[in-house]
T-cell receptor, first 113, second 112 residues
Framework: SQKIEQNSEALNIQEGKTATLTCNYT??????LQWYRQDPGRGPVFLLL???NEKEKRKERLKVTFDTTLKQSLFHITASQPADSATYLC????????????WGAGTKLIIKP | GAGVSQTPSNKVTEKGKYVELRCDPI?????LYWYRQSLGQGPEFLIY????????DSGLPNDRFFAVRPEGSVSTLKIQRTERGDSAVYLC??????????FGQGTRLTVV
């Protein structure tokens, strides 16, 4: 079955630098992959979706890449700010589903002033 | 409504008791999802509704768990004979078909 791996260790980044988070999957390549942000005590908030035929997607300071050969997605936040501190989760659909999502455990990002 | 609303935000119950968790989706969203999230983990799919019917309940862990959405809007997740292992945050999300999902803040269930 599909497994998603995200770095379980918190990532500490200096304000103003670029933060890069990794999402690896182990089995088939999904039709798309999503990234979410989750703050403590809150539900996940959708950030970006990237499809299998897209190499890169950008939204303001966010950039996502999708490498189906490496079975990996990278999530970048440029010019990081303390307000970007949160847990970031990647999610993708299981084979044959266009509504269900399988989730990684998330990586906690801490931006230090 | 402005967003997905879940009530209660916290629920403490004794082992063996019955609980109901409520979800008010965004008005007009036909799709509704329930997920369960344990500490340090990503959400785990439980059930998906399209309109009033449960289109996929394959994530429900056993027959103690049941969910309804009788009028295609509000949904209730029901857990019978609660066990300590049921303790988690229960998340509800809604969406238009094929669009991004919007999550509520979750209900933190603690079974003591």
């Amino acid at each position: 079955s599909q497994k998603i791996e995200q770095n379980s260790e918190a990532l500490n980044i200096q304000e103003g630098k670029t933060a890069t988070l990794t999402c690896n999957y182990t089995n088939y390549s999904p039709a798309y992959l999503q990234w979410y942000r989750q703050d403590p005590g809150r539900g996940p908030v959708f950030l970006l979706l990237i499809r299998e035929n897209e190499k890169e997607k950008r939204k303001e300071r966010l950039k996502v890449t999708f490498d189906t050969t490496l079975k990996q997605s990278l999530f970048h936040i440029t010019a990081s700010q303390p307000a970007d501190s949160a847990t970031y989760l990647c999610a993708l659909p299981p084979r044959g589903s266009n509504y269900q999502l399988i989730w990684g455990a998330g990586t906690k990002l801490i931006i230090k002033p | 409504g402005a967003g997905v609303s879940q009530t209660p935000s916290n629920k403490v119950t004794e082992k063996g008791k019955y609980v109901e968790l409520r979800c008010d989706p965004i008005s007009g969203h036909t799709a509704l999802y329930w997920y369960r999230q344990s500490l340090g983990q990503g959400p785990e799919f439980l059930i998906y509704f399209q309109g009033t019917g449960a289109a996929d309940d394959s994530g429900l862990p056993n027959d103690r768990f049941f969910a309804v959405r009788p009028e295609g809007s509000v949904s209730t997740l029901k857990i019978q004979r609660t066990e300590r292992g049921d303790s988690a945050v229960y998340l509800c999300a809604s969406s238009l078909l094929g669009a991004e999902a919007f999550f509520g803040q979750g209900t933190r269930l603690t079974v003591v």
